[in-house]
């Protein structure tokens, strides 16, 4: 932190002035040495300074011309001479800063000392220490970093060869070093050692997770496989031979790691992103049962209320690999996908309506790609669509493709909440004094009033066109027979409420009420469902117990309990061009983009 207060104290005209100085304040052989705390701290300056926005990038390599000449004269620092580790890993961290300016010869020499270095630490050697040091591992990763950089700015074959080849090796503190640069996003420049790594990764992939050496490393060595696979275009037919034989084993073990294991919510993100990347590439009959169990993993984690990050997993995954699953579940060949399809739209549904910005952001990502037919999708992944059109587009795709499945109905009735009016009512005749520490509700983003009106036309629809006798009618005559009684007494209920004067003493405090607006918004989509579905079952519907009313009866009931609620200012002012509980068709229906997939 020192380090880095002294750059906005020095003006850009000076650094390379400072820089000089600082160089030549640097030891040139080991008896020169009096504090390594000052070397450090020297090197800790120099790095801050090369490593601003303004460093190197803003000096010429003629004006730190003189200041490479410096640190070649004391290119011992980077050796085993150079006793303290953190002191040479610092060294190197600024060798690293400027790796065009020096001479072919010292940049051949700072290769030549970290291959012998690491190379002894392979073959078990010390190299020239009695033992362990504190910050060894420190220089041992910094080393690896600056291999993977040079790698990655010659693109020299040989060099990525080398890196894949130390990634391979059991040194936990080179992989570890290999693994961060990975994750730090620095070999994005470099396709050629973003391939490679990743055909490493993926070929030790089963070894790994058999050994599970470590939940640190194992997080981010996965977190490594996922950042290197980022794009789909990345996997190739490589990359699916060098899993030849092991991707379902290393996906069932990946799936046992998030059923039945507890390795905290980093691990198991990252185990879950996993198993869902591996699981976009597996094909044959074979693969359902694992998608039945993928699916299971990602309801759990997509209902998680203490966690974000396994609600963002899932949402990321739904986005790996629930997209390609939905659009096989729509060929001929693979009918038996479709339960598993309706359950991730399901999932995507209630993810779109999470508080977390980036968990919504990622599930629009699964609805967008759905939008797109296959001539559509784009190299680099797909063109995010806003949380509302997103959401537009999956309940279109359900009523376009999914019609037919009972199921669809069902899942759909899930998002509609019952809520209790009455005790809202209650707390607002009892007239107590507000509570400044009242607790939130567990998701203040989710509007399920806005929701509700949002699939009551779908839900509409969908019984409409739903054969006589089919099961969609046998399970909306269940929903009837459970639901519409408690309906038609909370409606009867706000008749009396509304109609009798004895809410105007809370009136101005019913309009102020949210929970109150929300109930009773979604009592009305309840009862506009409840009416639909009497006048579409029809006499079977009419004889049950416990309902007492038909159709009309019911609509009648809801048109005046709708107009006392306009009269308080509690509902809107229904629409002049539809019958009372009825709602136009769903604007802008177009399946036939999700038909094509």
Request: proline share 5%; with cysteine.
């Amino acid at each position: 932190m020192a380090a880095k207060a002294l750059v906005p104290a020095v003006p850009p005209p000076q650094r390379c002035r400072l820089l000089l100085q600082l160089a030549r304040q640097l030891p040139a052989a080991p008896g020169e040495i009096r504090s390594h705390n000052a070397v450090h701290g020297h090197l800790l300056q120099m790095r801050a300074l090369l490593g601003s926005a303004t460093g190197a990038r803003g000096l010429s390599a003629e004006a730190l011309h003189p200041v490479t000449l410096q640190l070649e004269a004391r290119g011992w620092l980077l050796t085993p001479a150079q006793r303290c580790p953190l002191v040479r890993a610092a060294f190197l961290q600024v060798l690293a800063l400027l790796p065009t300016s020096f001479s072919p010869g010292f940049t051949q020499y700072i290769h030549d000392t970290i291959s012998t270095e690491l190379g002894s630490l392979l073959q078990g050697g010390t190299s020239g220490c009695a033992e362990l040091q504190v910050g060894s591992a420190v220089l041992h990763q910094t080393m690896a970093h600056f291999m993977c950089s040079e790698a990655a700015r010659l693109a020299d074959s040989e060099r990525i060869a080398a890196v894949c080849s130390l990634l391979q090796q059991p040194n936990p503190d080179i992989q570890l070093g290999i693994l961060s640069w990975v994750t730090a996003g620095e070999g994005g420049t470099c396709k050629e050692v973003e391939n490679a790594l990743g055909l490493t990764l993926l070929e030790s992939l089963q070894s790994v997770l058999q050994e599970r050496r470590d939940k640190e490393f194992l997080r981010l060595y996965l977190e490594a496989l996922l950042h290197l696979y980022r794009d789909p275009s990345a996997w190739s037919q490589e990359a699916s031979n060098k899993l030849q034989g092991s991707s379902r084993s290393c996906l069932e073990m990946l799936l046992h790691m998030v059923e039945a294991e507890c390795p905290g919510p980093e691990l198991l993100f990252q185990a879950l992103c996993a198993a869902s990347l591996l699981l976009a590439h597996q094909c044959g009959d074979e693969a359902v049962a694992l998608v039945e169990r993928w699916c299971a993993a990602l309801e759990e984690c997509s209902q998680s209320a203490w966690s974000e990050l396994l609600r963002l997993a899932a949402a990321r995954s739904l986005q790996l690999a629930g997209a390609g699953v939905v659009r096989r579940s729509l060929r001929a060949a693979r009918p038996s996908l479709g339960p598993a399809a309706l359950r991730l739209i399901n999932m995507a549904i209630r993810l779109l309506q999470d508080e977390e910005r980036e968990v919504r952001h990622e599930a629009s990502g699964f609805a967008s790609l759905l939008r797109q037919s296959p001539g559509e999708l784009l190299q680099d992944g797909c063109i995010f669509v806003q949380d509302n059109v997103g959401l537009q587009s999956l309940l279109e795709l359900l009523l376009g493709e999914f019609g037919g499945h009972p199921e669809t109905f069902n899942s759909l009735l899930q998002h509609i909440p019952i809520l209790d009016l009455r005790s809202v009512v209650e707390e607002l005749e009892a007239n107590k004094a507000a509570s400044l520490y009242k607790e939130d509700e567990p998701n203040v983003f989710a509007e399920p009033a806005v929701l509700a009106q949002q699939l009551l036309p779908v839900l509409v629809q969908l019984l409409e066109k739903a054969p006589t006798g089919s099961p969609l009618h046998a399970l909306a005559l269940q929903w009837l027979e459970a639901t519409g009684p408690g309906v038609l007494r909370d409606l009867q209920y706000c008749k009396r409420c509304w109609s009798q004067g004895a809410a105007v003493r809370w009136g101005m405090k019913a309009l102020g009420c949210a929970r109150l607006h929300t109930a009773l918004a979604v009592l009305l989509v309840r009862a506009r469902l409840v009416a639909r579905v009497l006048q579409v079952l029809g006499e079977s519907a009419t004889t049950m117990p416990g309902l007492g009313c038909g159709s009309q009866e019911l609509e009648q009931e809801l048109e005046l309990v709708q107009g006392l609620l306009v009269q308080h200012g509690l509902a809107p002012v229904p629409n002049q061009d539809n019958a009372p509980g009825e709602l136009g068709p769903l604007l802008g229906t177009d399946s036939s983009k999700h038909a094509a997939v």
